[in-house]
């Protein structure tokens, strides 16, 4: 009997490690999640802050990650995006309110215009793409 074998055909469609991933030494807790503002008109931009703290007994640096993702609709906008990221060093025990802006939302309108077309977008934040413990909702209005 032959042995069957198996190509890249087989294999798992998903990365070896997720976008962040790394050894670290430390510890950090994510809070307080804050979209502003919680809607959105076409032309506008939002702001996204949140809270980390080192709860390890070292200092280090934590790379804080924010995606959105469409809700209940497809079509142009990816599954999900990474929308931004920002490295924070962090004493043990120490917290900083972390903001992070997006522009990703928006889309080439017919007039060629960016613009943010209506509907409810996911926002996630956290430190990787498999690691997202803060989650919220915006609304983009007409």
């Known amino acids: 009997m032959r042995e069957e074998k198996r190509g890249y055909v087989d294999m798992p469609a998903t ?3 997720p976008f962040g991933y790394g050894l670290i030494y430390t510890q950090y807790e994510y809070s ?3 979209i502003d503002p919680p809607q959105v008109r076409p032309e506008g931009r939002i702001r996204v802050s949140v ?3 080192n709860t390890g007994d070292r200092a280090g640096t934590e790379t804080v990650q924010h995606y959105n993702s469409r809700k209940g609709r497809s079509g142009c906008h990816a599954r999900q995006a990474t929308a931004g990221f920002e490295r924070v060093d962090l004493k043990p025990g120490e917290t900083k ?3 992070l802006t ?3 939302l928006q889309l080439l309108d017919r007039d060629l215009y960016w613009r943010v077309t209506p509907g409810d ?3 996630m934040v956290g430190k990787s793409l498999e690691d997202l413990p803060l989650e919220g909702v915006l609304k983009a209005v007409p």
Do not use: C
């Open 121 to 123: 977008f996911e926002i």
């Open 32 to 34: 307080s999640l804050r």
């Open 51 to 53: 809270a980390v703290k």
């Open 97 to 99: 309110n972390v903001t």
């Open 102 to 104: 997006t522009e990703d």
């Open 15 to 17: 990365p070896l490690y």
